[in-house]
């Protein structure tokens, strides 16, 4: 769809084209796609690409200004870079001043511009990771929470057992039986077949379109799974002394419904059902657990308390992806859903984020069911994988075994 939309909008012959995040969301196939038409309009079409009522001539006059936080989506005719950041210094009212820098790319790498942007500093011999993101994933953080303090706040004001001792793997948490599901005359499930059990962490794999979402959805949303299915049937089992506190969940459905909000960002932090969109005009009850416990977790997610007074809607994207990643962690669920949890977030944030889930895993019994389209971000918790293509499933097993490649 994106690739439909750059092209769409380079027809009406644009003098300057804007590409904000274009390419989150996109399977692997669809990134390198949408790369390869940004590297060519910047380039001037060839005769490899036609679009009808577009000259060449008018395509080499297009410029385009691409924002990203992911160095790999950096094309390799960028040649001119700007880069804002927060300075230091405050102004009169205590707000830090946004600085912006603009400097030729001068055959840097985009893991090297990335560094300059963030840490002020270039790198030219830094380690990387395989994916080509700097700063090669530090599991180990020590300014993450340790897995005392993360027990301590799972079990604080909670009657039921140790959340990090095993629970009876006989009782599946979810459980899909030739599950099928249409929408209309479109196919959005076919006969899938899958069980996790308690304290298992899963990861969901497969290109755009192959169903992943929808099963994010009927997995969080009680009421998806009340409309029923063509076919088949759909359990999700959760501890029932924990009320509305069993499923966490993020993904940018969840997001895009919260936008326009008009609570503020600590009463969408603190909802007491995490998987409710509240409307703009009604109150929003608060969760049954203590509010230090939302602060806590926003504490840790580096989220400065003075945020929480401000509307959510007027929060940056990451901002925002920040607070509902923290508001699902809050309710200490049962089972955590995160749907491409680090769209929208810069490398720091999405370090962040993914060591807090992992040091949660180590410390808690939450199943987890982790959807990505960034194979590099996967934690090390994560020892299944169910992998979907064509809304069917074509693996489902351990992650020793799983090669993304043959599917």
């Not at 992911?70 to 230091?88: C, G, N, P, Q």
């Not at 993450?144 to 990090?164: F, K």
């Amino acid at each position: 769809i994106r690739k439909v939309l750059l092209v769409r909008a380079l027809s009406t012959r644009p003098q300057l084209l804007v590409l904000d995040n274009a390419f989150d969301g996109l399977d692997v196939p669809s990134r390198a796609a949408l790369g390869d038409l940004v590297s060519k309009t910047l380039r001037g079409f060839r005769p490899d690409i036609l679009v009808q009522g577009v000259s060449s001539k008018n395509t080499a006059h297009t410029q385009i200004v691409l924002i990203t936080h992911r160095a790999e989506e950096i094309v390799d005719e960028v040649t001119t870079v700007s880069m804002l950041a927060y300075e230091i210094e405050k102004d009169d009212l205590q707000q830090p001043q946004v600085a912006l820098r603009t400097e030729m790319r001068n055959g840097r790498t985009g893991d090297q511009l990335l560094r300059t942007a963030l840490l002020k500093e270039d790198c030219k011999d830094e380690a990387t990771n395989e994916s080509g993101d700097l700063l090669i994933w530090d599991w180990n953080d020590a300014s993450l929470p340790s897995i005392e303090q993360i027990r301590s706040l799972w079990e604080s004001g909670q009657d039921r057992a140790d959340v990090s001792v095993a629970v009876d793997v006989m009782s599946p948490v979810v459980r899909a039986t030739k599950l099928h599901v249409c929408r209309g005359e479109t196919t959005l499930l076919d006969g899938l077949d899958w069980i996790v059990h308690p304290g298992e962490r899963w990861l969901v794999a497969g290109g755009n379109g192959a169903g992943k979402s929808t099963l994010s959805r009927l997995l969080a949303k009680e009421e998806e799974r009340q409309e029923g299915f063509s076919e088949g049937t759909l359990h999700v089992s959760i501890d029932a002394s924990a009320q509305q506190r069993g499923v966490g969940w993020v993904s940018t459905e969840f997001h895009m419904g919260l936008t326009q909000s008009n609570k503020t960002a600590r009463e969408v932090l603190l909802a007491a059902d995490s998987n409710v969109l509240p409307s703009s005009s009604s109150s929003v009850s608060l969760a049954p657990y203590p509010s230090d416990v939302g602060i806590a977790i926003a504490r840790w997610l580096d989220l400065d308390e003075s945020l929480l007074s401000k509307p959510f809607r007027e929060l940056s994207q990451g901002q925002q992806k920040l607070l509902l990643i923290g508001r699902a962690l809050a309710s200490r669920p049962h089972l955590l859903i995160l749907d491409e949890p680090c769209q929208g977030l810069d490398l720091l944030h999405r370090r962040r984020v993914l060591g807090l889930i992992e040091r949660v895993c180590q410390s808690t019994n939450t199943t987890l069911i982790y959807i990505t389209h960034h194979l590099e971000e996967l934690i090390p918790s994560v020892t299944h994988v169910l992998h979907l293509k064509d809304r069917k499933a074509s693996y489902s097993g351990v992650r020793i075994d799983y090669n993304p490649e043959h599917h």
